[in-house]
């Protein structure tokens, strides 16, 4: 690396070229400005970032000690509460209170709908997800297996016509649910017709029975396009649907109506993400993933790529424009809002020293350098406000810390206070223990919290790591404790005054060829009062927004709202493994299958920088694998490894057996580097997560990861 001292920093010289070359012009801000205050946030928030780690580690050792001296929680919760209480683990509540953020886009506050999650180091990804606000209900439909495959309705190589129909028929069903006519089906229309009443425009439909209007008059909301391919604008819940008639295309050549497609709005929001998605472990990565985040916030970010044999340029969609019923304009965004998730406050990284020398946290280097680049926004937030989602914090006191460090931010760049909204990922134990007092630390500044399962199931393992055997992953799924966190995580942001003002997420559907199974799961997110759910792609944020039609996520906030909270001995409830119910093959096959994941995802992590991505599971079916999977597979295979039920050969064994088996599901790839019998960097990383699993901070696979990725890109 080629340090430039900057204000008392050593800076990388490709970070200081990107920050002063790309990111500064065109903004307020003058590259000594932003060097001096960002030399005075580090001076001033670095010592207590690593007190606020070694806080963590100094109650994960007294809590180890009580479960050392008591057994699990089940043996005395009561004792155990009172211990984390005296400890300073759990703190008091605070009083009642509703959330005080102003400046929030509707996307955020009133509208409800998809989330994605998208790594931002890969600029095609970043810009597919940024332009899946709008999303098409027939290809959806026709390209999984909503539609069932089989028999007459198998895809094949062309058009199939009768999967076509059935398409068609399944689309008018959803019509018929969220914009029904006075009388009839929409699957019985000849033709779509805009007709003046007055001063205004109403939507009416020819049937062979007469001509309907829609049963509210209300949800035709405007009308556009050409005169070769018309466009009618609908809305129901807030989210609009397109009727897209063109009788010229071979879709719309077919219907009655010459109807040839339906458009739905799909994913509201989507999170760029700069961390567990993302492998990003030197300045090089991090002028990447800065790069794409700005030209995401200033229109200008682009993709050429070869598809079909064709060189395609992708770039931000346009917001669309259309008449509304009283002949004026009408625009609608064409991009979901983009929020940016930074990483927590864990990592050092080498990108920028400090005076000593040291590392600076990384998470440091976020806040500053992804507000700076937001000061660009062009295209994005329609109120000035810079959404911040912040993962992997510790109870209140970190979350106030990451307040604090935004706060400073704000002075440092010239920004009225609060301008930072902060996203509360509800994803780690001790958050969730104490989430109103967490909401209560961020009450100015939150936009949303979120039930990230995935990691709150790695932490869950952790923290109780001594109290026993931790159950099988797919019976830990089915625990009271987890539906505990999710019902509290929705009732305190209700308490807190959330609805109408702010966001209440739910986690990722992580398989994502399986959408016939999301479609008959995930509506349960809305249902349970969530404003918005993570999904795996725009194709899923197409499909899941038809459940946010299906279900009136404010009314169900309003039925759940005086709901009792679960207490925390709920959400403390989850219990060891009885060892003599699983027999040798039994543990031997869970050790395996936590291998062969932990393997598949960390050689594309390590030897490719690949994030996140579909992985292949042990029986080759592929699921979105990032750091949060990998997190509770390591660490099962650390706990169970802690208390006996497998030994350090047979670890090994499993490893062994399951890099081949890895191997042999990546055979198709150029790039891959085969794992068996080669002891390859990725290998040895995989396995370290799993042997010195119970001693990695808060049982993170970041550290090894990072170190291990380091090593191969030095040696490349």
């Known amino acids: 690396m080629a340090y430039v001292e900057k204000s008392g920093l050593k800076v990388d010289q490709l970070l200081v070229d990107f920050v002063e070359q790309e990111a500064i012009p065109g903004t307020s801000a003058s590259p000594a400005q932003f060097w001096d205050g960002f030399a005075g946030l580090v001076a001033e928030f670095a010592p207590k970032?690593?007190?606020?780690?070694?806080?963590?580690?100094?109650?994960?050792?007294?809590?180890?000690?009580?479960?050392?001296?008591?057994?699990?929680?089940?043996?005395?919760?009561?004792g155990y509460e009172a211990f984390l209480r005296e400890i300073g683990y759990l703190v008091p509540e605070p009083a009642d209170f509703t959330i005080e953020t102003t400046g929030l886009d509707p996307e955020i506050s009133s509208i409800c709908g998809p989330q994605l999650v998208v790594p931002v180091s890969n600029a095609r990804y970043a810009l597919n997800a940024a332009n899946a606000r709008w999303g098409s209900l027939?290809?959806?439909?026709?390209?999984?297996?909503?539609?069932?495959?089989?028999?007459?309705?198998?895809?094949?190589?062309?058009?199939?016509?009768a999967r076509a129909a059935a398409v068609v028929k399944r689309a008018a069903e959803f019509l018929d649910s969220a914009v029904p006519l006075t009388s009839g089906s929409h699957a019985d229309v000849?033709?779509?017709?805009?007709?003046k009443e007055g001063d205004r425009r109403v939507l009416v439909a020819d049937t062979a029975a007469g001509q309907f209007g829609l049963k509210d008059p209300a949800a035709f909301a405007g009308y556009g396009g050409t005169e070769e391919r018309g466009e009618l604008l609908l809305q129901h819940h807030g989210l609009h649907v397109i009727l897209v008639v063109d009788p010229k295309s071979p879709i719309g050549a077919a219907h009655a109506a010459g109807l040839s497609d339906v458009i739905v709005e799909s994913a509201l929001t989507t999170i760029q993400d700069c961390e567990d998605s993302v492998a990003a472990v030197d300045a090089e990565d991090k002028v990447g993933v800065y790069r794409n985040w700005l030209g995401l916030?200033?229109?200008?970010?682009?993709?050429?790529?070869?598809?079909?044999?064709?060189?395609?340029?992708?770039?931000?969609?346009?917001?669309?424009?259309?008449?509304?019923?009283?002949?004026?304009?009408?625009?609608?965004?064409?991009?979901?809002?983009?929020?940016?998730?930074?990483?927590?406050?864990?990592?050092?990284?080498?990108?920028?020293?400090?005076?000593?020398?040291?590392?600076?946290?990384?998470?440091?280097?976020?806040?500053?350098?992804?507000?700076?680049?937001?000061?660009?926004?062009?295209?994005?937030?329609?109120?000035g406000a810079i959404y911040i989602v912040k993962p992997k914090m510790h109870g209140p006191e970190e979350v106030a810390f990451a307040c604090e460090i935004f706060g400073a931010v704000e002075t440092m760049l010239g920004l009225a206070p609060n301008s930072i909204k902060i996203g509360i990922m509800d994803e780690e134990r001790r958050t969730s223990a104490n989430l109103k007092a967490a909401i209560h630390a961020a009450r100015a500044r939150v936009f949303f919290i979120n039930t990230g399962f995935l990691d709150r199931t790695g932490d869950e393992i952790h923290t109780s790591m001594l109290a026993g055997p931790v159950l099988r992953k797919d019976d830990v799924k089915a625990e009271k404790w987890i539906q505990s966190y999710e019902d509290r995580n929705v009732l305190i942001g209700l308490a807190a005054g959330f609805s109408g003002r702010a966001q209440i997420g739910k986690g990722m559907w992580a398989r994502p060829d399986d959408m016939a199974a999301m479609m008959a799961a995930k509506s349960g997110h809305p249902n349970a009062g969530a404003n918005t759910a993570w999904v795996p792609s725009p194709t899923a944020a197409t499909l899941h927004a038809l459940h946010y039609h299906q279900i009136d996520v404010f009314a169900a906030q309003k039925r759940r709202h005086n709901q009792p909270t679960p207490g925390l001995d709920a959400l403390f409830s989850m219990p060891v493994l009885d060892a003599s119910t699983l027999d040798k093959p039994a543990i031997l096959r869970e050790l395996d299958n936590n291998a062969q994941g932990i393997l598949?995802?960390?050689?594309?992590?390590?030897?490719?920088?690949?994030?996140?991505?579909?992985?292949?599971?042990?029986?080759?079916?592929?699921?979105?694998?990032?750091?949060?999977?990998?997190?509770?597979?390591?660490?099962?295979?650390?706990?169970?490894?802690?208390?006996?039920?497998?030994?350090?050969?047979?670890?090994?064994?499993?490893?062994?057996?399951?890099?081949?088996?890895?191997?042999?599901?990546?055979?198709?790839?150029?790039?891959?580097?085969?794992?068996?019998?080669?002891?390859?960097?990725?290998?040895?990383?995989?396995l370290a997560l799993a042997l010195e699993g119970a001693a990695q901070p808060s049982g993170y696979t970041e550290p090894i990861l990072h170190a291990a990725r380091e090593q191969v890109k030095a040696l490349a």
């Not at 005076?355 to 329609?382: F, P, Q, R, Y």
Request: glycine share 10%.
């Open 49 to 78: 970032n690593r007190q606020l780690l070694a806080l963590r580690d100094q109650m994960q050792h007294q809590i180890d000690e009580w479960h050392k001296a008591n057994g699990p929680i089940s043996a005395n919760p009561g």
């Open 138 to 161: 027939y290809d959806a439909l026709y390209g999984t297996d909503v539609i069932p495959r089989e028999g007459d309705l198998a895809p094949g190589k062309g058009l199939n016509p």
């Open 190 to 195: 000849m033709g779509y017709h805009v007709v």
């Open 297 to 383: 916030m200033n229109g200008t970010l682009e993709d050429t790529f070869e598809k079909g044999g064709k060189s395609v340029t992708r770039k931000l969609n346009a917001d669309r424009t259309y008449k509304d019923i009283d002949g004026q304009p009408l625009t609608l965004k064409g991009r979901a809002l983009l929020l940016v998730r930074n990483v927590g406050h864990l990592m050092t990284t080498k990108a920028v020293l400090d005076a000593e020398g040291n590392a600076i946290g990384e998470g440091l280097m976020d806040a500053a350098i992804t507000v700076l680049c937001a000061l660009s926004d062009k295209v994005n937030s329609t109120t």
């Open 600 to 686: 598949g995802y960390v050689v594309r992590w390590v030897d490719q920088g690949v994030g996140c991505s579909k992985v292949p599971d042990i029986n080759n079916v592929g699921l979105m694998e990032d750091r949060a999977t990998c997190r509770i597979s390591s660490q099962a295979v650390a706990n169970w490894l802690k208390h006996g039920l497998v030994s350090e050969a047979e670890v090994r064994a499993s490893f062994e057996k399951m890099a081949a088996v890895v191997d042999g599901q990546n055979a198709g790839d150029a790039l891959y580097q085969p794992m068996a019998g080669n002891r390859s960097i990725a290998y040895q990383a995989a």
